[in-house]
């Protein structure tokens, strides 16, 4: 691990094109087109593949993707800022050199530190709402001057603040995930070598425990019946996944 001090950027190049990848796939999770690129699983492994490291995208995309996937930004609320949390903190770990792949490969050997950037994702996730909330207050506020439209006709008035709503969805993504990704590297990371070797062990069995919530939550939410098929093909491509991405 590379990771430095509070006032290491290490490599901006690679801090700025997850920055980039953090504010267009924030786009993509209600704001514009919802490829589901923006899952964690595909955030992840995209962030790994445009900084070398897919392995790592993929050991921590795939149980942030198990234990999210009953919270889903379609025809339902949802909670937290799991995009540029997954992008930032994939980033960092690809940045400091903080490969995941023995957790990927070998189980065990990685599963502290997995489990440590898992809790990053998670609680940058939680804060990331709040930026969320704030930007949503300030579209409604501009969308609802949309009413004019009805007394002057001006029909491209809707298209100038949809347009200015997603510039601001783009700029709080691009921001909220670099400063993630910065924090992750500069603090989160240097301090799991600090941490007593409880609480790293402790850290390996969320890395664990994480995707059978998840699975729980799914089960509940839809029925075991709705939910098996669906589940078993997200497993078959995950193992398609990982063998195209190891060879």
């Not at 999770?29 to 490291?53: C, H, I, K, N, V």
Request: with cysteine; glycine share 14%; charged share 10%.
């Amino acid at each position: 691990m590379t990771a430095g001090g509070f006032l290491d950027w290490g490599d901006p190049v690679g801090f700025a094109g997850a920055a980039v990848l953090g504010g267009l796939l924030a786009l993509d999770d209600t704001a514009y087109a919802q490829t589901w690129l923006s899952q964690p699983l595909p955030a992840a492994l995209l962030t790994g593949l445009l900084l070398g490291d897919p392995l790592t995208g993929l050991a921590l995309g795939l149980p942030l993707q198990i234990v999210l996937a009953a919270n889903i930004p379609v025809g339902q609320s949802f909670t937290g800022d799991a995009v540029t949390s997954t992008v930032g903190v994939t980033a960092a770990a690809v940045l400091a050199e903080a490969s995941q792949t023995p957790a990927l490969l070998h189980g065990s050997a990685g599963l502290p530190e997995l489990g440590w950037l898992l809790l990053a994702v998670s609680l940058l996730s939680i804060a990331g709402q709040y930026a969320v909330g704030a930007e949503r207050r300030g579209n409604t506020a501009w969308m609802l001057r949309g009413h004019r439209t009805l007394r002057d006709g001006d029909l491209g008035r809707i298209g100038r603040l949809h347009l200015r709503c997603m510039q601001v969805t783009f700029v709080r993504g691009a921001v909220t995930t670099v400063a993630a990704a910065y924090l992750v590297y500069a603090v989160w990371l240097p301090l799991f070598g600090h941490l007593p070797a409880r609480v790293q062990a402790a850290s390996g069995l969320l890395a664990l425990l994480l995707p059978g919530l998840g699975l729980g939550a799914v089960v509940e939410q839809y029925g075991l019946r709705r939910s098996a098929p669906w589940l078993a093909i997200g497993a078959a491509a995950v193992v398609a996944l990982g063998t195209v991405v190891r060879a």
